[in-house]
Structure formats: C-alpha cells, structure tokens
C-alpha cells in the first residue's frame, strides 16, 4: 500500500476531450417522485396512492422510464418530515414517507439493466466514508449506472434528527461539502482499475502498491482510508449538482457532471446555461462535459384541450388548504393564515430555506397582482409545467436545446404512472421523428450514455507493475 | 402529530406468546462471504475469484440459499481496510473489497421473494436515523425481510475512516450501542401500523395523530424524529447480536431476536445456551424468542475420506505466510515473527480487538501442545468445521439441536458455491428426512420463519380514529 502519490502523477480531474467537436445529444433524467410531482397526484384514479412503499409500482416505472431510454431515473431526498402543520399533513403526501433512496437504487439495480441510477445524498448530514461506499458499491452492483446528486440540505427539520438544534449556516455547509466532495472522490480512488490480479496459480490476489491511503486531514474532516470496495466501474459515479446561489454555481461549475436547474422562461434558462459554461470552462474544465437539465413537467394530450382537460381534473382534487400551506412552506415558512386570502402578498423576510423558490414565487405574484388565494391556486401548476400536445411539446423541448438554454431536461410528473406513460409513448417517438432523442442506449454506463469521459484515477500513471 | 405517548401506552417489548409450548424449529442461517469463508477459497477452481463485486455471482448463491429454504443469508461488515500486511493484502481476499451490505441487501431483495436478508451495521460508526431509515427501507423493499445485525466494531482502522485516532473503549462502545438501539426502534415505531389511510375519496391521506415524535435527548444522541418512513413490515426488522462479552450477552439477552454465537464443543456450547436464555428471561423476556445459532462450517462428501480429501486440496491452497499472519491477526495483531516458528506460542498481552478469538486459539495452542508452524497450519480448518457425510453432519446438527446446545446454525462456508451447493442437496435433504427441517417457507416475513411474533409499536393501544 503507497501513502503519498507518485511524483509522476498528473491530478487531472477529466480525460482530455476527442479534437473533433462532438454533435450534441439530447438527455433526459425521469425525475420519480411517487405518486407524482403535484399534491394531489395520489388522489388521481390511476394513482398507486402507497407508491412512496410500494415496490412493484416503483420498479414498474424504473422499467418504463428505460424502455423509453431515458438516461437516467432520479430520486430525490430528505433526512426528515419537513411539513409540520396538521391540516396539511392530513391530506398530503409529502411527508416523504417512502423508501431511502440509496436502498431503492439498489434494488433498482437488479430489476433494470441500462438505465441510470441518481439519488440524492446530504453532505451536512452525512460521513463521507459510507457515502463513497454506498455509491461505488451501487455503481457495482449496477455495472456502472450510479449517480449522486449532492446537496447540503434545507430543512430545521433534518438538522434535529443529528444532534442540532437549527440548519447549518449556508456558506459553512458549501465549505463542508466542498471538503466532503474531495475525500469522497479521494476515497473512490483507493484502488487503482488494474489493482485486482485474481491470479488463481500464483495466488497473487491484487497488487498492494496499487492500494492508496487518502490521509486526508482537514478542517471538517479526518479520514484515512482507503475504502474498502474496488474503484467503481465509472471510475467515478455520475455527480449531479443543483444549486443556484453563487457559492451553489461554482460548486456545480467545478465538481458537477449534471446540474439540475429551474427556470421559467428560455431566456432565463439561456442566461444561466452560458453563465454554468463560463464557469465550468474557467475552473479549467470542457464545458461540453457538464449537462445542463432544466426542469420540464408535462401534460400531454392528443389536442390541447384534452391535456389541458387533464390538468384541470388533477387540480380539482387539491384541496384549497393544502395549496396554502404548500405557498406558505415555499415562501420560507411564513404564516399567511395571519393575512386576507383576498388581499396582495404581505412583504416578507428572506427564506432561510431556498431563496431562489421564494424569488420566483414573489415576482410571479407581482408581476400578475394576484391575491394569496389567486397565487396557491396557481402554484399547483408549476412554472415548469408544459400542457400541449406531442407536437407542441417536442416544439418546446428542441427550440430549449437548440437555442442552448438547456442539453435536455430533468423530467417530472405531475402524477404517475400515467404522465411518465404518455411522455414515454407520445412525447419521445416524436423527439426520434426530429432525430433529436436516441432509439437505443449507446453506452453500457450513465457517463457513456450522457457522453462523458471516466476520469482517471488521481494515482493513474503508467508504472511498471510489481513483481510477486 | 403527537409528541408524547398517550397515557395508555404499554411498553411492551414483545406481545405475549401463546399459552401451548411451541414445537422447536432448527432454523439456518446462511452466512456468505464471497467467494468463501478460508483464506484461500478464491483459488479454488470453482471459485468466483472476483466475488466481492460479482453481483450475478452473489445473486445466485443467495438464490441456491432461498431454494434450500434457509431461514436467511447474513453478510458482514467492516468499515475499513484490516490488514496493513503486505505479504498478507497481495495474496488473500480479506481485505473486505466487496459490495456494501445494505446496498446489497437491497439489490438481493428484489432478485428473491422469501428468504431473510441480514446484514452487519456498526452502532460505533453510524448515526441512528440513518440507519433506522436504511434497515426500515430494506424490510418494505423486501416485504418484511430484513435483520440488522448490531456490532460495536473491532479495529483502529475504522475508527480512522471516521475523524477518529483509535476505536472505542469497548465500555463507551456499549453504552453507546444500547442508547443507539433505544433510537433505531424509537423511530421505527414514528408511524403507527395503522396510520396511512390512502382515502382518495375523502383525501385524507394519513392520520396525523398517528404519527410520533421521538424527541429522543440522551447522552450521545438528540434525535427529534419522526422518521421518514412507515413502519416496517415486521414492526421491527430482526436484530442480531453476537456479544460474548458479559457486556455483549446482556446485550443480546435484552434486545436481540438472533444469537450468533461460536464454540468449539457442544458442551460448551450448552453452558452459553442455557446462560443466554436465562439472561433472556431475567430480562423479562420469553427464552423461546431469542434464537441462539452458534457457527457451524461444514464440508460434505459421501464418505468421511471424500469429504477430507475436499478439504485438503483447498488447504494446499493457502500460501504459509498468509495462514501465520493470519494468526497473528486474530491473536490480537502480534508479532509473530519475532518467535522461532518451531517454538511455542509466547505469553501475549490481552488483545483490544476480540478477545473471545484470542483466548480460543491460545487455549488451543496449549492443549495440543502445538508450535505457531502448526497453529497456523490448523488455523486454516477453524474449530467450526465439521467434515463428514450427510448423516454425519445431520448428526451433528441433530445432537447439538436436541442437546439444546442451539436452535440452529450459522452455517459457514469455506469455499463457494461447492460448500453451500453440498449443503443444500446433501445436508438438508438428510434433515428433511429426518423432520428436522422445514420443505417450505411457512411465513412471508422473516419473523414469521424465525418463529418470532410482530414487536408491536411502543404507541399501541386502542384509540378511536380522528375524524376527518
């Protein structure tokens, strides 16, 4: 086992690109969050209303999202129950009652073959020993379809379940998951690709100078290493990022394969897009090798009234307490039972939660002079939300790519299974008609199938190998 | 949600078993390590030399296992790289480079419908909502599958992973492990059984009353809760202990559904039986609900000399060096080589790892009068191992079963699949034959199989329903 590096070794953090510019390719992630996106979704008929536990519907979309070839499918995440009021909580299923999601990976793993695999992971509340573990070994088991999207948490709510009273500050949580990010990818180098000999005759296991301890010693972290699992089959499992805050942006340009974002219009998009690049291409990084994923719901119909026909039976299932409480929690936490429903938005503190949520939220409300009672209405119709048909739908998605506001989307689902069916069965052999989505996977792994490099081994370097 | 018991809360522990004796059940726990328990096991011919991270390899012996109706497979764990030897590490698979068992037990849960899925988790290194969370996950994946063997860890090596200089006093270890378990089940018990209505009519998903805060404020843990996560199917995942400490039986006498224990004769194997048991039952527990399996490595052929000549060609497999430093290792991380390797074993200080190992084999040492050249050479056939025919072995099996020396087995493998392979179509036929052991699962969840009733929720009583 070697402690320090080679004095050979480059620290390269990605594979020098091909020379030839490569032709842009259209992703898409499938964002699950069984029963659907919108509150209301389990209520739908065709809900599975305990999907959050209920294995054989999960597996059933995982299926249907690879059929359809999507790059990957996505879980998202608390380490809490973040909704506290009562009323709410009664009629809603956001209480993140569901499966762990590193557990459902897994279990995903063996009951799919190509699709990706992303579940997000909290560098506040996490050690970044079992966290690089727990994603290399899905990354095995999955034969390389692991990814992980890092976040630092928002919730009070998560704090309390590890021994703190209030969330961590938010320029102290980026500083320790900035560390975390590097023991992790230190970590999942421990040994090198050609480590392992299984050599039967001679009973040479693996070469032992090509295990590394990482030795890392830093201000949030001691972590000697090395990690107990071959390095994983993409050398690096995929890693997502979302944040929009400056120090969020920067932590994407520099680390991030895949950066989730959310934007209402195209320019808005195409402005955070060429920003994203910029930077990624000023942390020394190709820009072409960090995916820009706007969110997109949709709700497809043959004609534009049957989908919008759709939407509205789901709206109609939301109960008008819910969708105020549901404004209430995206605005910072804010009382507005305090305020007339008919009258304008009072002023409010900054969120301590996400701002950007709560900006978005404010502008939508002034810009349209809308009440309280107007603006909960309308939030259970995201920003996001696309209801047309497979045409007009197909129309958004290529005029978002081709004008480089995005290099495909994060796709979510109003309610499930039936938006996840109709994207699948409508939506994408229209995107294969306009030549813009694949028919078959390319690649064995996600960062083959997102046209990624698998980054070297910080160790890499071409030494002779020792002998027996 | 209610943040303190009703007043008519029991804290019942277990329910009240039936008045009528049970007939015993031998029960067999199935405990894989890929790609065998001796060190040499990944030479052998049939052997998956990359076991650790061959899932298609791990996914069928679990399924040979579940066809031979094992009450359940076991993996476990440690948190770190062990062996610092490099004479050792190149040449032994022990270096623990394989999948991560939760991740594991999740991807075998949906590749098998009826076996039981344990596996080791660390209450040293672990924060309880995690861990409450991952195990709670794995049992609705798996449909009430999942056992949690609770450790407190061995080795300096992990404590390294885990901003640590050296591991834990083994008395803080405890007292933290006991005060963790209060946690882990604490949360389980977040939801009632009972609280998720899913009444799309009406819309109210859940009884809010029916969910609990655990507001737990110890010496080592604040934990809030509730956990994100309905209760699991088995009320409580199995939990396993494997203490032999005085410390580590009270343990297990208090808390565990599972005993796995290890010893070389059945006599002695009696006196920890009928020990535990009544440590079980001075606990104010039902003796008959703590399943006591001691280890047991078999090697089966149609003859005694068949069964020997098995064993032989797999121990002429092992490289000397390896089989003396792993003595050393299990001796406490003494230097042996300071020793002439003809001499005797010298006078050693108390090990900090497992002190049970340590005495077992100097005992051994100084009972056959042996020289560390043929202790080592011994060590390679562990006090477990029984050689035999089918009917020897069941013989084996039977006496210490009826001898209440166990009520089953954790049944080791040196070599797979060979010895797990000879296991099922040998051995357990000849139980079978013999009414010892069952032809099919009787229960869905692994409780059900062990025997074992469904814990149920520190908040149970009868309380009527909230209106909506």
Redesign the interface.
Known sequence: ?TATPAETVTPAETVTPADAPRRRELHLNAFLKPPGEYL?A??H?H?A??A??N?RHV?ELARTAERAKFDAIFFAD????PF?D?EV?????V??????P??????????TSRIGLIATASTT???P??LA??F???D??S?GRAGWNLVTSLND?EA?????DQHVDHELRYERAAEFFAVVTGLWDS?DDDA?L?D?KT??????TR?HRLDHRGAH??????L???RPPQGRPVIVQAGSSETGKNLAAAVADVVFTHHPSLAEAQVFYADLKARARAAGRDPDEVVVLPGLATVVGRTLAEAEDKLDRLTR?L?PRVALADLAYWLGGVDLTAHPLDGPLPELPLSNQSQSAQRHIVDRARAGGLTIRQLAAQLTRDSRTVVGTPASIADHIQEWFEGRGADGFNVVFPYLPDTLDDFATLVIPELRRRGLFRAEYSGRTLRENLGLPRPPSRWSTARPRTR?
């Open positions: 086992m209301a389990w209520r008929p809900a209303p305990d959050g536990v294995i597996i608390l380490v809490g129950v506290a009562q909580l009664r009629r809603v299923s209480v993140n009652d569901s499966f762990e590193t557990t459902l990976l897994a279990a995903l793993a063996t009951a509340y996490n050690e020993y079992h573990r727990t290399a070994s899905i095995h088991i034969g709510a309390q379940n590890f021994g703190l040994f392992f299984y039967q009973g040479r296991y693996f070469d032992e295990l972290f001691r972590v000697t290493g090395p107990n699992i071959p299932l109960d027996s």
